[in-house]
């Protein structure tokens, strides 16, 4: 392959510089993110196309219409998937999401949560 | 090396990293992560092919494993393993020419793995606030890519002595 000595070479430096600058930098962009304020809405994407509006205050448990095996929660301004019909759960596993930059999804359904930092709507809103 | 060895190996190299890659699935998600992000150990084989083989055998083993992918568990799934395998098979081929380290290669390669299922994602989703997801992806990649890396290390010797000077050639 290559020889295997173990010295240092500038290359090897110029290297491991350019992965610990890449770490460093993530964390620094992984930090702000977290320090963002939470989404005070949140909204439901069936195929793209949003159908429904959330207020992160309540605390509720829903459903909807385009398909009745998927359950979400709102509790403690957060919401997640907490059933889904997909073989993966990798919706499910997200867990609980609060800031505007995260999301869920559940591919095989479709089905994507999606946060807003604004506070507009107080209500409910079905959305056509 | 002949043709029915070479096929032989293949087949086992393939299952190897279908191995590989169910068993790391059955592992708990990874904390502080994307849910999706795994230890990547099927890529060990796959840059071994590239190192000592050539980017044909490594592409075939690819390749046939989204194929697989995509027949076990889902189509979604088979088209995710397809866009970040290749782009990280890519990746190591073209590094492989130059004369960087194996874990430096093993780091851009799980990496690349993980944006090409990223991109390939935000396609599928039509939304971009999956890409959000990139600074974490990024991290795991390189701490995921630097154990990788190792293991690869640790296991060049036998992978030589079974994959390739096991044969009695005439």
């Known amino acids: 392959m290559r020889n295997k000595k173990k010295v240092l070479h500038m290359k090897r430096k110029k290297s491991i510089g350019i992965v610990i600058s890449i770490f460093l930098l993530s964390v620094a962009i992984i930090i702000a993110l977290r320090h963002m304020p939470s989404a005070k809405t949140a909204e439901i994407l069936y195929n793209g196309e949003v159908i429904l509006r959330i207020d992160l205050k309540t605390e509720d448990i829903i459903i909807i219409p385009e398909n009745e095996d998927i359950i979400f929660q709102v509790a403690d301004e957060k919401i997640a998937f907490i059933s889904s019909t997909c073989p993966d759960k990798i919706c499910v596993n997200t867990g609980f999401i609060s800031k505007p930059w995260q999301t869920a999804t559940c591919l095989p359904n479709k089905m994507t949560i999606r946060l807003k930092g604004n506070s507009n709507k107080n209500t409910i809103d079905m959305v056509q | ?170």
Do not use: C, D
Request: glycine share 6%; aromatic share 8%.
């Open chain 2, 1 to 170: 090396m002949n043709k029915t060895r070479k096929l032989t190996l293949l087949g086992i190299m393939l299952s190897l990293m279908m191995v590989l890659s169910m068993v790391e699935r059955m592992l708990p998600p990874m904390p502080f992560m994307p849910v999706q992000v795994r230890l990547g150990l099927a890529n060990v084989i796959s840059m071994y092919a590239v190192f000592f083989m050539s980017y044909k055998e490594a592409l075939f083993l690819t390749v046939a494993k989204a194929v697989l992918i995509m027949m076990l568990r889902s189509p979604i799934a088979g088209v995710l393993s397809l866009s970040g395998g290749l782009l990280s098979v890519f990746v190591v081929l073209f590094l492989s020419k130059t004369n960087t380290s194996v874990i430096f290669i093993s780091i851009a390669s799980a990496i690349a793995h993980n944006l090409g299922q990223l991109f390939m994602t935000r396609f599928i989703l039509g939304n971009h606030m999956i890409l959000y997801q990139l600074p974490w992806l990024i991290i795991a990649g390189i701490i995921l890519g630097l154990v990788t890396g190792m293991v690869l290390e640790m296991l060049l010797p036998i992978f030589h002595q079974v994959f390739i000077k096991n044969e009695k050639e005439v």
